[in-house]
């Protein structure tokens, strides 16, 4: 496996929309667990969308029906589509791979990127 790199983060107006990249080169572990996560200063990294070996996809409640995740490549390329952004979605987002982080659980010992800040103001 090989180090994750997250893109396309940046500033966007209430009830805009953007879309998140990570990609990781050499990554060929298609089972393994694969999610977005995010963290606001002051809080807890939290889980925001994920795909789990068996190819089920979760959702953070405040996040369904908004943010779409998906893959491309067996899980190289996974994609985060933030539709409806609110102010509270201002967060550094993070993708991540690996069984630890199964089930959107937030877990150091899974590969992580190094983030890309989103900013939801007017």
């Known amino acids: 496996q090989a180090p994750l790199v997250e893109s396309g983060g940046g500033s966007v107006q209430p009830g805009g929309s953007l879309r998140l990249s990570c990609v990781a080169s050499?990554?060929?572990?298609?089972?393994?667990?694969v999610g977005w996560f995010r963290q606001a200063p002051g809080k807890e990294r939290e889980g925001v969308a994920g795909?789990?070996?068996?190819?089920?996809?979760r959702y953070a409640e405040s996040m369904k029906g908004r943010f779409t995740i998906s893959k491309a490549n067996a899980k190289t390329f996974l994609y985060l589509q933030m539709n409806s952004l609110k102010p509270e979605d201002t967060a550094e987002y993070y993708c991540?791979?690996?069984?630890?982080?199964?089930?959107?659980?937030?877990?150091?010992?899974?590969?992580w990127g190094q983030g890309t800040q989103v900013t939801v103001s007017s």
């Open positions: 050499g990554y060929t572990d298609s089972s393994s667990c």
């Open positions: 795909i789990d070996s068996d190819g089920s996809i």
């Open positions: 991540a791979a690996g069984r630890w982080i199964c089930g959107l659980r937030v877990d150091y010992r899974a590969y």
